[in-house]
T-cell receptor, first 113, second 114 residues
Framework: AQSVTQLGSHVSVSEGALVLLRCNYS??????LFWYVQYPNQGLQLLLK??????LVKGINGFEAEFKKSETSFHLTKPSAHMSDAAEYFC???????????FGTGTLLAVQP | EPEVTQTPSHQVTQMGQEVILRCVPI?????FYWYRQILGQKVEFLVS????????KSEIFDDQFSVERPDGSNFTLKIRSTKLEDSAMYFC????????????FGPGTRLTVL
């Protein structure tokens, strides 16, 4: 069965520092992968997605992620954190016959001034 | 930009009562989903719906749950007899095509069962 694992339930960085949020998926066939962001008391907003083609995917707000088949990973990065990046980030993959989204447990990103 | 809407934003109910959560998907979308997120936990799939019938459901989606698309715009989730453990944020999502398209999420309905 398809599963998504996010290492680190809480990540804290300083403003201006690199953000690295880790995501690994389990599958024998590369799935379609997504990063969603959830700000406090809000819904889920798509940051970026990988389907096919270029393995380095750029998203909104300066985030990007690289699909690495050999590592079954899809880590999310941003070169320089901003206070407004503080939120919870979910990695997800399509799974099942109807392409339901399978979510990781989420990583809460804190940005320190 | 088109968006998925959900009503109400917050619903408080007594245990054993029926609740209906409403969603208006993006108008030309064909596939619809409900997910839930219990406080502090990950987002979990409940059910997917296509062509006026359930395509897939999780083991969470038992006989207490039902979905309906009563007209051309609304997509509803009904919980017949709510339990304390049904307290969660419920998200509706829709997508035009199933394979590579993005699922767009509504803002969620926070259900509190007392």
């Amino acid at each position: 069965a398809q599963s998504v694992t996010q290492l680190g339930s809480h990540v804290s960085v300083s403003e201006g520092a690199l953000v690295l949020l880790r995501c690994n998926y389990s599958s024998s066939v590369p799935p379609y992968l997504f990063w969603y962001v959830q700000y406090p008391n809000q819904g889920l907003q798509l940051l970026l997605k990988y389907t096919t083609g270029a393995t380095l995917v750029k998203g909104i707000n300066g985030f990007e992620a690289e699909f690495k088949k050999s590592e079954t990973s899809f880590h999310l990065t941003k070169p320089s954190a901003h206070m407004s990046d503080a939120a919870e980030y979910f990695c997800a993959a399509y799974g099942g016959a109807t392409n339901k989204l399978i979510f990781g447990t989420g990583t809460l990103l804190a940005v320190q001034p | 930009e088109p968006e998925v809407t959900q009503t109400p934003s917050h619903q408080v109910t007594q245990m054993g009562q029926e609740v209906i959560l409403r969603c208006v998907p993006i108008s030309n979308h064909l596939y619809f989903y409900w997910y839930r997120q219990i406080l502090g936990q990950k987002v979990e799939f409940l059910v997917s719906f296509y062509n006026n019938e359930i395509s897939e459901k999780s083991e969470i989606f038992d006989d207490q749950f039902s979905v309906e698309r009563p007209d051309g715009s609304n997509f509803t989730l009904k919980i017949r007899s709510t339990k304390l453990e049904d307290s969660a944020m419920y998200f509706c999502a829709s997508v035009w095509g199933r394979d590579t398209d993005t699922q767009y999420f509504g803002p969620g309905t926070r259900l509190t069962v007392l």
